[in-house]
């Protein structure tokens, strides 16, 4: 794990970066309900290309590594709009 992040840190901080700006904007927007789920959908859209994108520039890409992405942000996703309840 140490060696990819190496290996890709310029990605790992780019995605650290987008998520914190994503967290930041979260708690900035708590009181527009309707602006909280655009920037869920933005959360989940992002760490899913991120995922994908960085799997396909290392070689690595595959379906399993597709879903993987795909389902932990569905299920981030679920729990952050579960929130804005």
């Known amino acids: 794990m140490i060696k990819e992040i190496k290996d890709h840190l310029f990605a790992y901080l780019l995605l650290v ?9 979260f708690i900035s927007f708590w009181s527009d309900r309707l ?13 899913f290309l991120w995922g994908v994108l960085v799997h396909k520039k290392s070689g ?8 993987e992405y795909g389902l932990i942000a569905l ?4 729990v952050l709009l579960m929130l804005t309840y």
Not at 17 to 25: E, H, K, R, S
């Open 17 to 25: 970066g987008l998520l914190v700006g994503y967290v930041y904007a």
């Open 35 to 47: 602006l909280l789920k655009g920037v869920v959908v933005m959360m989940i859209i992002t760490y």
């Open 60 to 67: 690595q890409i595959n379906v399993e590594i597709v879903k």
């Open 75 to 78: 299920v981030g996703g679920v």
